[in-house]
């Protein structure tokens, strides 16, 4: 019986009465639809343990609202929305989903993949305006292309096992190569460089760190196959928006499938918009991004790529499980500041 006060940040209705079958009882837990701000912050106050997602940015500010938290759990296995580092000084602990949904996120790429290269916006479009003509229309089968795994963890080796189904030849890149898997399943792990340079298609599944932020930019637009589909689920910022607006309008890409935006975050909260405080360049990334919704070669989910049924009950049956395991004394999937 789980007797402390936990408050939960961007939660569903149903996560009450399915965490009150696991032990937690109503009156010790809070659920807030909204993301954690400094302005509901208020709402921990007493709170031990907060469990947040990926849209609560939880630095000083906030922190020093949340006088009694000993543990943020938040319920994604990125961690880039806290200041872990600010966390270890206070004496927080911080646990993170490692994996959930592999397939989830995967599947999830592949069907942007798949709505690309059979141009299913356009097609769509047509026929919402009664047009049955095939102009524009002709796709691309992904037989005997390649696949390119930027990031080939947990999510990517899910990919490419998809990819060599549809019988791809699939090339990945990776800061830990291993072989072994390499081997089993069909693939090459290869530089970015040539990752970029040999790919018909790339998906992106790489955390974001510093050496990622802005891993396709600029410079790397330049290595990318002429007439490459580019597809990011992984984070917004791992892709420089006026580099992606540029390999679009010279047709270095001849697609994108973005399930994550750069500053998404601030899309959401529209009151950010109006800020005074929003940096210009976040601005103006914002801005290109809301040019991009309206091109038939690119297609934009609202960060869903991990909204299954199945992977939402594993983020919630890990996040109980990295709560009560703090509690018991023995905490599971510990972040630690770089």
């Excluded at 004496?91 to 790429?109: D, F, Q």
């Excluded at 069909?186 to 599944?205: C, K, M, N, Q, W």
Aim: glycine share 6%; proline share 3%.
């Amino acid at each position: 019986m789980v007797d402390t006060k936990i408050v939960f940040y961007e939660v569903e209705d149903w996560v009450r009465s399915y965490l009150k079958e696991h032990g937690f009882e109503d009156d010790k837990v809070v659920l807030i639809a909204e993301p954690l701000r400094e302005d509901n912050a208020y709402e921990a106050a007493e709170a031990e343990v907060v469990s947040v997602f990926v849209y609560s940015f939880v630095d000083k500010r906030v922190l020093d609202k949340l006088s009694a938290v000993r543990l943020i759990a938040t319920r994604s296995t990125g961690y880039d929305h806290i200041d872990l580092k600010e966390c270890k000084r206070r004496g927080i602990t911080v646990s993170n989903v490692p994996r959930y949904g592999e397939n989830t996120v995967a599947e999830h790429a592949f069907a942007l993949i798949l709505a690309l290269s059979r141009k299913l916006k356009p097609a769509v479009f047509k026929i919402n305006q009664l047009k049955f003509d095939l102009e524009g229309l002709r796709g691309f089968d992904l037989k005997d292309k390649t696949l390119g795994v930027i990031g080939a963890g947990a999510i990517g080796l899910h990919s490419i096992r998809i990819g060599r189904g549809f019988g791809m030849r699939v090339l990945a890149f990776d800061k830990y190569p291993q072989p072994i898997l390499a081997e089993v399943l069909g693939f090459e792990y290869a530089p970015l460089e040539r990752v970029l340079g040999e790919s018909d298609v790339i998906t992106l599944h790489v955390p974001l760190v510093k050496d990622t932020y802005h891993l396709i930019n600029m410079d790397t637009i330049h290595q990318i196959k002429r007439g490459a589909i580019l597809v990011n689920t992984s984070r917004g910022a791992v892709v420089q928006t006026e580099a992606l607006v540029v390999a679009l309008d010279v047709g270095i890409l001849s697609g994108a499938g973005l399930d994550v935006l750069e500053g998404e975050e601030s899309i959401k909260e529209e009151a950010q918009l109006l800020s005074d405080t929003l940096p210009v360049e976040k601005l103006r990334a914002i801005v290109r991004s809301y040019a991009l919704l309206h091109r038939d070669n690119v297609i934009i989910t609202p960060h869903v790529a991990f909204y299954s049924a199945e992977a939402e009950r594993r983020i919630i049956d890990t996040t109980i499980d990295n709560i009560n395991s703090f509690l018991e004394g023995s905490p599971r999937n510990i972040v630690k500041p770089a």
